[in-house]
Each structure stands twice: as C-alpha cells, then as structure tokens.
DNA sequence: TATGATAGAGAACGATCGTTCTCGACGCTA
DNA sequence: TAGCGTCGAGAACGATCGTTCTCTATCATA
C-alpha cells in the first residue's frame, strides 16, 4: 500500500478542512475529497464510513487546532492578566488578514446544518462553548465584580467581529472588538 | 386561475421564507415550496425563473421586514435618542425568544452559499451594511467624540449576541449584549 | 356549443452526489 | 513461481433535485 491509514486519514482531514472551510459542506461532493487528497475512494470510505463523520472529524480536528492557536499567541503575547483578553482580539486581526479567511468554520456549518445535522449542531455548540470557557479562564485572572457578565460581553466581542470581518471583508473588526473590549475591560 | 400572479408571489415568498430560514436553502427543494404555498410548479417557474432568483427575493424581502421591524420597535419605544440605542437590544431580546427564532437568516445564507453564489452574498452584504447605517443614524443623535468608532462596536454586539443566541439558545445574549452596550454609550 | 388559450397535476429528463462494486495490478508468503 | 489478499481507478447504482414537458380539465369568447 502506499500511505498507511494514519497517514490517509490525515491527508483526508486536510484535504477537507480546505474544501468544507473554502466551499462549504453540501457544495462538497467526496469525490473533491478525494482528488484533493490524492487518497481513493475505497479508503476514504474505510476510513470514514459516511460523509457525517468526515464532516465531523474536521470540526473536531479544527477546533482543537483553532483554540490552541489562540491560546498560544494569548500565552506567548499577554504581559499581564489584564493584556490577555486584549491578546486575543490580536489574535483576531491576524486570523481576519489570513488569505482564504472566510469566518468561523463553526458558524457557517451550523448555518448550513444546524437544523439538518444533529452531529454538526453538536460539534458546533461545544466549539462555542470551549471558547467561552477559555474566556472565562482569562476572565478568572482578573479582579472584576461580576466575572461572567464580562465574559460573555467579550465572547459577544468576539463572536461579533468575526461575522463582520467574514461578511464585509474588513480585518479592522477586530480592531474594533478591541477597543470596546479594553472599554468593558476599564469599567468592569 | 385561482390565484393571479401577486397572489401567488406573495405565496411563494412566504413558503421559501419559512422553509429556507428553518432547514437551509441546498435542503428545501422547489417541491416544498410548491407544497408549502400550494402554487403548481409550473407557476413557481413563472414568477421565479430559477431557485436563485427565488432565494434572492426572499432575502430581499426579509432584509426589508426584519429592519423595518426593528425601527419601528426602536421608534415606539426609545423615549430619549440615547436609550434608542439600548432599545435596540430590547427588540433582539424579542426576537430571539421567538419560537423558531434560528439566527440571522443573512449570516446562515452567507455562510452556506457566500463562496458559491455571488448574488446571495451580495444580498446578505447588502443587509449588514443597511443594518450598520441604520446604528450609524442612531448614533448620529447623540453626542459623542467618535461615532464612527461606537456604531461598529454596537454593530459588533448586535452581531455576537445573535450567534450567540442561535447557536446556544439562550435569549439571554440580548441582555448580555445590552449591558456591553449600555457601558460602551456611558463612556464613548 | 365549438374553439382556443391557459391552468394544475404530475411524469419525465438530465445532472449531481453519496456509496458500493468490478476489475486488473501488485506484493507477500509457501 | 503460484496463489492469495489487498490496493487503486473508475464504472455503476440509486436517490435527490432543478427544470421542463405532457396531458387533461376548465373557462372565456364568438
């Protein structure tokens, strides 16, 4: 055999992770899949049984990757507790100026299967979640009143200028996020 | 005929509008909006030449209805020119109550078909722009040092708490949303 | 009443897609 | 070297869907 299973599954991963994120899931046939990942038909459906489960594997793999990205810029970049929450909305500009950045990958799949797709809807919650929990970590740091309030006003933040930065193109929306995030930050 | 042909573009425009914003638009076929609005195919062919054209008019409408709704919430119940703002969010809160309530409608077609069709994506830009003007407008009564600047931080909320309304579940994110709000006008 | 245009119901067509099957080639083992 | 199992390439199958076509019934008009 040429690639072992790991390695196939691997290529199908990113090979989908660029197809579903670029296109979206329906507009995806397998057969993209597998001419973008070099790895037969026969395989892929070895390896995932239906086009479901690819589908979620590439949440839950870009998921882990996306957190950790921001968790590494936040840990590398934030001086104080206080600069972390301002970190992440760095991180945002970053991600935003990214070539091929085309908002959450969360978002758009449940917009498109949120109704549809239970395992998708799923996926997709637990990803928002996961982020608020991270928040509310950077949150925890802090010295504020009411610490879940600020949390979800920051995670609003976030949620916010990625929309706007996928919808109108524009990678200052985080800049934007940052300034009333350092304003929340302030009065809180 | 039974119906004329305003009739029946009315009926079409309800059906689409009520089976796209549940399901998605790629998971509702032309055969659920004929047996949604009771109009034969054949019509449907005659008012909208194809699904496009139909997905397109649909946004349209709904692009119109949902602002209009919207100031005429904030008109009716903003009794100074800085609550209009909060009235804003008061509205959100309605909406995302609602039973049914799925998100932005603009956000979920974007992120479906944004990178296939131009004309959806056009539409659902087009939205985010009027919405943003709208704030703009609010914003211009008040006395403040950068408009500019806090129309797109209340943009950015009313954004974030309507992902996060759709995707949790919890109206609650209006209310988060209006309190960032409410401190973001206090200090501007 | 005869005629012709238009309506609706639904079959039909062609394309796409998820999934499975066939077939010939290759590599490992006795 | 002979035979067995597995592989990749791609055809095939069945379902769905956008769109068009057929057929029959109905209604306005002369």
Redesign the pocket.
């Known amino acids: 055999?040429?690639?072992d299973?790991a390695e196939?599954t691997t290529r199908l991963l990113d090979a989908a992770e660029a197809e579903f994120y670029e296109r979206g899931?329906?507009?995806?046939?397998?057969?993209?899949?597998?001419a973008r990942s070099?790895?037969?038909?026969?395989?892929?459906?070895?390896c995932?049984?239906?086009?479901?489960q690819?589908v979620e594997a590439y949440l839950l793999r870009r998921d882990e990757r996306w957190l950790r990205s921001l968790a590494d810029h936040v840990r590398t970049h934030a001086t104080t507790p206080a600069d972390a929450p301002l970190a992440v909305f760095d991180w945002l500009a970053e991600w935003f100026a990214e070539p091929g950045f085309r908002g959450c990958a969360f978002i758009n799949s449940f917009g498109e299967l949120g109704s549809t797709s239970p395992g998708v809807a799923a996926v997709a919650r637990a990803h928002k979640e996961q982020l608020r929990a991270y928040l509310r970590d950077l949150v925890t740091a802090l010295d504020v009143a009411d610490p879940d309030a600020l949390t979800g006003q920051l995670f609003t933040l976030v949620e916010g200028a990625t929309v706007i930065a996928a919808m109108s193109g524009d990678p200052g929306a985080a800049h934007t996020a940052r300034a009333a995030a350092a304003t929340l930050l302030a009065h809180a």
Request: positive net charge; charged residues 25%; proline residues 3%.
């Open positions: 055999m040429t690639v299973k196939a899931i329906q507009a995806v046939g397998m057969d993209a899949i597998r070099g790895v037969s038909l026969k395989r892929l459906y070895q995932f049984p239906a086009k479901e690819l």
